[in-house]
T-cell receptor, first 118, second 112 residues
Framework: DTEVTQTPKHLVMGMTNKKSLKCEQHMGHRAMYWYKQKAKKPPELMFV???????INESVPSRFSPECPNSSLLNLHLHALQPEDSALYLCASSHPGLAGGPVKNEQFFGPGTRLTVL | SQQGEEDPQALSIQEGENATMNCSYKTSINNLQWYRQNSGRGLVHLILIRSNEREKHSGRLRVTLDTSKKSSSLLITASRAADTASYFCATDANTGGFKTIFGAGTRLFVKA
């Protein structure tokens, strides 16, 4: 299984709602990522988990809360979002490289969740 | 600041022609990767070139890396309409950890 799945495909939420995005992979990857992508822009890294521990937080606002309950699952909890948070949210996974050591392998991406905040 | 920047921003060619996209980056890297993205979909990994490699081939793809100029190019030969997509370079900054930074991307349109 070389697939990363993401649910839901589409999400529309109000600014007062609480929702969660889910990501799952069964490739044995121990690094998982959340990216945000606006239209016609490149993906921007938000969070990285390595061995289920938060490794990188790219100064993301606290209204985005990541969670990695086990090595196959990655969640992104959303609360009190703003309309400018509307975007495609991409999850990815990879084999983690060693810090300062061997080259990191390719990332496998899910199809994304298209989020619209009203 | 953005690590990778690409040119051209958009490229329109006829089927059968070659397409060349360029990427420049700012800091030292472990490797450089190229990804493809069909409209509104997830990214698909195309090829990875390590910092000690200068050229790599995969099918109709040819990637070059010049670390002295901090630049890379992706060549797609004999393009097909199905190659229409956005292409991003991504660098793994040599700072340790997992920080991958994507370039602005080139939108390729191949006319049948």
């Amino acid at each position: 299984d070389t697939e990363v799945t993401q649910t839901p495909k589409h999400l529309v939420m109000g600014m007062t709602n609480k929702k969660s995005l889910k990501c799952e992979q069964h490739m044995g990857h121990r690094a998982m990522y959340w990216y945000k992508q606006k239209a016609k822009k490149p993906p921007e890294l938000m969070f990285v988990y390595s061995y289920e521990k938060l490794s990188i937080n790219e100064s993301v606002p606290s209204r985005f809360s990541p969670e990695c309950p086990n090595s196959s699952l990655l969640n992104l909890h959303l609360h009190a979002l703003q309309p400018e948070d509307s975007a495609l949210y991409l999850c990815a996974s990879s084999h983690p490289g060693l810090a300062g050591g061997p080259v990191k392998n390719e990332q496998f991406f899910g199809p994304g969740t298209r989020l619209t905040v009203l | 600041s953005q690590q990778g920047e690409e040119d051209p921003q958009a490229l329109s060619i006829q089927e059968g022609e070659n397409a060349t996209m360029n990427c420049s980056y700012k800091t030292s890297i472990n490797n450089l990767q190229w990804y493809r993205q069909n409209s509104g979909r997830g990214l698909v990994h195309l090829i990875l070139i390590r910092s000690n490699e200068r050229e790599k081939h995969s099918g109709r793809l040819r990637v070059t890396l010049d670390t002295s100029k901090k630049s890379s190019s992706l060549l797609i030969t004999a393009s097909r309409a199905a190659d229409t997509a956005s292409y991003f370079c991504a660098t793994d900054a040599n700072t340790g950890g997992f920080k991958t930074i994507f370039g602005a991307g080139t939108r390729l349109f191949v006319k049948a």
